[in-house]
């Protein structure tokens, strides 16, 4: 019914840059919200950026200056650049997207499967 698909990712090294997509597809009334969290193993997953549909951009203050995500509402896509990479960005990258799948006022949050990105020498 909705898929969230992200793709991108890789192994870069420290200092590097890398760009993830990810695109919302199937049947649905509208997104809110799109955005990134990343988790490195064994730890929390914490929110990376998000972009609003009037597109008011948000980003966590570790990456901040570095990262840079946009949004193609046409396309329902979220892009994240991701330059001066450093090891501790190390984690898999998880996009979302907050949706409304019919006339009820509910949001859904959807997340796309994960994309690796590596930071190492």
């Known amino acids: 019914q909705v898929h969230v698909v992200e793709s991108g990712g890789g192994l870069v090294q420290p200092g590097g840059s890398l760009s993830l997509s990810c695109a919302a597809s199937?049947?649905?009334?509208?997104?809110?919200?799109m955005g990134w969290y990343r988790q490195a193993p064994g730890k929390q997953r914490d929110l990376v950026a998000f972009?609003?549909?009037?597109?008011?951009?948000t980003y966590a203050e570790s990456v901040k200056g570095r990262f840079t995500a946009s949004r193609d509402n046409v396309k329902n896509t979220i892009y994240l650049q991701m330059d001066s990479l450093k090891p501790e960005d190390t984690a898999v990258y998880h996009c979302?997207?907050?949706?409304?799948?019919?006339?009820?006022?509910?949001?859904?949050?959807?997340w796309g499967q994960g994309t690796q990105v590596t930071v190492s020498s």
């Open positions: 979302y997207a907050d949706l409304y799948i019919d006339s009820a006022r509910i949001l859904y949050k959807y």
């Open positions: 199937g049947r649905f009334r509208s997104i809110n919200t």
């Open positions: 972009v609003t549909s009037g597109g008011s951009t």
